[in-house]
């Protein structure tokens, strides 16, 4: 807040500060990439990018405690470390949508094909942006038992953390 009112970008880019416009702008992006078929995206993309959001700021939150020192980069890492299986589903889901009828996207031989690539997928779609070697580190290595690395240790524990909030809210476990 501030005593007068801010009407040029650089005054309030250097309010808010730059990592703050990036995870911002970053969200967007990845947020739109999220986005599918309503009937789609009411089954699984809602969830995706629940989940993607709060493994984010959860991620960021936790970087000083895992001793990670860029908290963007854990932002930006748990935005992404699932987009294989939003890459995964979309495929799935056109492909499966025309063989048979669209409830069994909830299945159980879905979920498994939809996981059992993602994490690989997720690896090479931030190779291939070129996006930092520590974030790539670590959406390759979260899922592993016992990950090593900084950043590999926020996304895991993010990422589960996001997995039994999701988890209680519908239901699945209580508090």
């Known amino acids: 807040r501030t005593k007068n009112e801010i009407t040029e970008i650089e005054r309030a880019i250097s309010m808010i500060g730059l990592e703050t416009v990036s995870a911002i702008f970053t969200t967007f992006i990845v947020k739109d990439m999220v986005s599918f078929n309503p009937v789609h995206y009411q089954l699984f993309g809602k969830m995706i990018w629940q989940h993607l959001l709060e493994t984010a700021v959860v991620s960021q939150k936790l970087a000083r405690s895992f001793k990670a020192d860029n908290a963007f980069l854990c932002y930006l890492m ?56 520590e974030l790539i580190t670590g959406v390759s290595r979260y899922h592993t038992d016992n990950p090593v690395d900084p950043y590999s240790q926020v996304l895991k524990t993010a990422n589960r953390i996001s997995e039994l909030h999701l988890s209680v809210e519908v239901n699945m476990i209580t508090i």
């Open 78 to 133: 748990g935005l992404v470390h699932d987009l294989g299986k939003v890459i995964i589903f979309r495929a799935k889901s056109n492909q499966w949508q025309r063989q048979i009828q669209l409830n069994h996207i909830g299945s159980t031989a879905f979920k498994r094909v939809l996981t059992q690539k993602s994490h690989d997928l997720a690896r090479y779609v931030v190779e291939d942006w070129q996006l930092n070697d």
